[in-house]
Each structure stands twice: as C-alpha cells, then as structure tokens.
C-alpha cells in the first residue's frame, strides 16, 4: 500500500423519507490497498458506495480522486472516474447471455453500427479464461448458479481496468475456492496499485484481506483502524456500540421424538440415497461444500421439486408432499437460499412481505383484520429487531441484511414444527446473528425441530445438536456434538463419492 491518496469522500450526508442513512461519513483510499468498510446491518455501508458509483445522489459532502474535487452524478461518471463496483444485489440481465452482460452498453461494434457478436464473445471467452472459469460466453445468466453468478458479476467489474474497485459483499454467495479465488485476484490488483473497498459480514475475511477498516454505525462514522493492530472484539465493540456476550445461544436438550424421517431419497440427478432423520426439538446442521445437494435435498423435502424414488415420514407416518402448500399444511416451512429471486417481493411494503404467507394459509376462519395483520408485524419486526422506518417501507429499499430478516420473520410467522434454514445467518451482521441464534434458540426449546444449512463452520459446530455432512448428492457423515471440529466436518465434505 502507498501513501498516494486516491479518493477521499468527506463528510457525505444522504436522506431518505423518514431515514437520514448517512450523516456525516468520511473514508480515505490509498492505492494499492484493500480498505474494508464494515458496520451493522442498515448502518450506510452500501449507501456510501452508490453515491461513490453515481447511483444516488448525495445530500452534503464531497467526493476528491487524485486531489480534484468531482462530480458523480451518474454510473457513466463514476466509470470515468476509473470506479468500479459491484453491487450487493446482482445487477445481471438474467436473460441476456454471460457476453451480452459483460459488454452491456459498451458492445464491441462492426462497421461503427452492429454488435460485433463474434468479437464479444471472444473476449468474452479470453476474460473468463484467464479467471479459470469453467462458464461459457453464450450462456445465459438465469441457466447459471448463483456462485457463478457472482464471479461474472466481479470478472465484469474487473474487466474495466478499474483505478478504484469496490465490492459490497462480493463473497456472500461463493464456496470457499472462489473465495480463494477472488482473493487472489485482488492481491494481484492490490500489486497493480488498485484501490479496493470492501464490504463484507465476514469478521474472518478482513484479517485475511484488508490493511485498514472503517466502522460506520447508524450513518455516522466511528473510526478507522489499521487491521494489524486491531481485533474482533474492538471491531464488534465498535459496529454494535456495546460488548457482545452470548454470541451462540445454545441450551442443549436430550431430543429422540422423530418428527421427521427421510429414506432412501434419489431425485434421479444429484441426490444419491439420502436417508436421515431429525428429532423435535434439535437443531440438526447441515455441512457441505457449495454444490454437495444441500438445498436439492431440502427442496425436495419442502414439495419444490419432485424426487424419484425414497419415502418421508413424518412423526412415523409416511407423508405426501407434492408441492410447498402442502409442505407448508403439514407444519413445515423452508427459507431459501437466494431469499431474493425465491422468497421476496421487493415493491411491496414490509407488512405485506412478512405476513403473505402467513395470512395466506394459516389463519384460517379467523376474520384477519388489519389490526391483527399490524400486530404480527410489529411481533416480527421486533423479535427480529428489523431496521424501518415504518411497516409501510418498501422492502427493496432496506439493506440487505434487513431484508432478509423480513423473509426469516415471515417464516416464524407460520409458526412452524419443522424449520428449514437455508444459510440463515449469510449477509446478516454480527448482531443480528447472535439475535438469529437466540431466536433459534427459543423456537427449540418449544419444541421445534430445525434444519440448518450452513457454510459457516463455526456456526454449525456450536449450534448443532448433531450435524449430516453431504457431499456429491450422499450423506457421508452424520456427527454427534460432541468432538466437533472443523476438520472433522471438512474431511466428510470432502470425501470423494461414486456412484
Ligand atoms: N432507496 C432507499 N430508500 C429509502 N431508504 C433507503 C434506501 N436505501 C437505503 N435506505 C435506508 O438507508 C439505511 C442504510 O442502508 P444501507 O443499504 O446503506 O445499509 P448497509 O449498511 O448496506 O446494510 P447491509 O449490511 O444490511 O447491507 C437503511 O436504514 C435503509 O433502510
Ligand atoms: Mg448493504
């Protein structure tokens, strides 16, 4: 990192109807250095980036790059500007190709009119190959995972030979080679003299990556830290504004009540004999790489998509399930992965998005009334501790973790017997966990089973009653509590299976 200056935005000040999100912000970037901007969830983070990338405009403030103060009033501006970011949501044309959405309005033209397809698409491949991607220009995003998304997402920004590269929660999505991939990248960038800011929930991450960290909370900036001579606790100190004690809630009980059973289940693709079962009343943890049929397995439970062979009982009766309505009548909910292509609406206001489901099915021949639909969002709101200005709010205009809190909240909101999580805690701050965990907590000891899914090992180990590790579509594990550890749980996720 060199003491060259490359941007300093001072003192930015933005307001939204009924939310003043920054207040006074200031943030300083060297060449060559990775500065992490880290704070709670709704705290500005992503907010500060889109007036930097000419999304929003700001109240107060000024933004300088190379000394001169400048004007960012648009994406175009920002790219002049040698800035470049890559947003907390996707922004990818899901049904335009990988090619189209690279170039997207700088397509390489023929004869100064036409898209010069061939040429795009030979960069395309050039750009994708250099990045060892195994993805093809000509495919079309909505064909392509969610990781893989990601990756087009950062390959794109990194293909404008950026000055200035900002990522606002680039890994929240990717399996840990990816991860190790992007970081590479970045080093190399970093030796280049690019200047980075990164944004990410991952305490773990920042020691790895970052050279300085900037705190903001509440839209105010706190302070400026160099990564060496700090730690997590002075960093969460400083995010949350208070010591966290009790991270991991966990009153460990002695379930055998089987409320759910799972034999033999093949979905004729991934899946290979899959057979489990989990007690009322346990946190049950899933293990696995990115990719291992985790989330296959879980959709085949919850009546997504159909499996071809296998039996689920439920409290020892053999069950029926054809599709999530009737998942969903027998007492079970699932909070997917990606909760914005699959469980959001994000035009409608908070209200709506946390009692749909709940309104829809449950509360039958009870007259709902408005009072009653305001009383279950107040409820959820609060024990999520949901950052809004009101439950009218739109929830596209929420941070991301808040929005993922409403689409977990609506969840609770059906009340019920069998909860799958689907990496529950990703994007949520430091905070909110320790508040999803406690939730978590509660709903066991009143005799809910729950399914967790997650990528975090530390999380898995401490709050699992026993954790299934899968890999390539089997069960290859499945381990008591006791004698966890994070290579005992890698070795089984591991584990190469054949057919
Ligand atoms: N377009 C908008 N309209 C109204 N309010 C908004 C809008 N965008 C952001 N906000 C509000 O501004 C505050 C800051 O949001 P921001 O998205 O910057 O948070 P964040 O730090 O990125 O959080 P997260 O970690 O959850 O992504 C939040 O209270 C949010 O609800
Ligand atoms: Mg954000």
Redesign the pocket.
């Known amino acids: 990192m060199s003491e060259q200056i490359l941007l300093e935005m001072n003192h930015i000040r ?1 307001e ?4 003043l ?2 207040k006074d912000v200031s943030l300083q970037l060297r060449a060559g250095e990775v500065h992490a901007l880290l ?12 007036i930097l990338g000419g999304i ?1 405009a700001r109240d107060a403030g000024e933004i300088v790059i190379d000394g001169k103060v400048v004007h960012i009033d648009s994406v175009h501006d920002a790219q002049k500007y040698g800035i470049s970011v890559i947003h ?1 949501e996707l922004v990818l044309v899901p049904h335009m190709t990988v090619a189209e959405n690279i170039y997207l309005g700088r397509e390489p033209l023929k004869s100064g009119r036409f898209v010069d397809f061939k040429k795009m698409h030979d960069d395309a491949k050039k750009l994708l190959d250099s990045f060892e991607l195994d993805i093809r220009p000509e495919e079309e995003i909505s064909e392509l995972t969610i990781a893989q998304q990601q990756m087009v997402e950062i390959i794109k920004a990194l293909s404008f030979n950026a000055k200035i590269l900002v990522m ?2 680039p890994t929240s999505s990717l399996s840990e080679k990816d991860v190790d991939f992007l970081f590479e990248n970045i080093r190399k960038l970093k030796k280049a003299q690019v200047g980075i800011i990164y ?1 990410s ?1 991952r305490m773990s991450e920042l020691k790895q990556i970052a050279d300085r960290i900037t705190v ?1 909370r509440d ?1 105010e900036y706190i302070g400026t830290k160099d990564t060496k001579t700090t730690d997590n606790d002075e960093l969460i100190a400083m995010m949350v504004g208070r010591q966290l004690t009790n991270y991991y809630t966990r009153t460990f009980g002695n379930p055998t009540e089987k409320v759910l059973e799972v034999k033999n289940l093949r979905d004729g693709k991934l899946l290979k004999d899959v057979s489990f079962h989990l007690f009322k009343g346990e946190i049950l943890g899933f293990a696995g790489l990115v990719g291992a049929g985790r989330s296959e397995l879980m959709k085949c439970i919850f009546g997504i998509d159909p499996f071809q062979s296998g039996e689920i009982l439920l409290n020892g009766n053999p069950a029926i399930i054809r599709n999530p309505d009737e998942a969903m009548k027998k007492g079970i909910a699932l909070v997917p992965e990606s909760r914005k292509l699959e469980a959001l609406f994000p035009d409608q206001t908070v209200k709506y998005n946390i009692t749909i489901k709940a309104l829809g099915e449950f509360i039958h021949g009870i007259h709902v009334n408005n009072a009653q639909e305001t009383k279950i969002t107040r409820e959820y709101v609060d024990k999520m501790a949901i ?3 009101t439950y009218q ?2 929830v ?8 993922q809190k409403v689409v977990i909240g609506r969840w609770l909101a059906t009340k019920p017997k069998i909860l799958i999580l689907d990496e529950p805690t990703r ?3 430091v905070g909110a966990k320790a508040e999803i965990y406690a939730i978590m907590n509660n709903l066991v000891k009143e005799g809910v089973a729950i399914i967790m899914i997650s990528s975090e090992l530390p999380e898995v180990i401490n709050m699992s009653d026993r954790v299934v590790v899968m890999s390539n579509g089997r069960i290859t594990a499945c381990l008591p509590r006791e004698g966890l550890t994070q290579e005992k749980i890698m070795h089984h996720a591991t584990q190469f299976v054949t057919t």
């Open positions: 933005k939204f109807p009924g939310v999100a920054l704070g709670e969830n709704g705290a500005g983070k992503s907010t500060l980036i889109k929003y907390q606002d929660e944004i929930h903001i839209g950052k809004t200005p709010q739109v596209g205009n929420l941070s991301g973790g808040n929005q994007g949520v701050d």
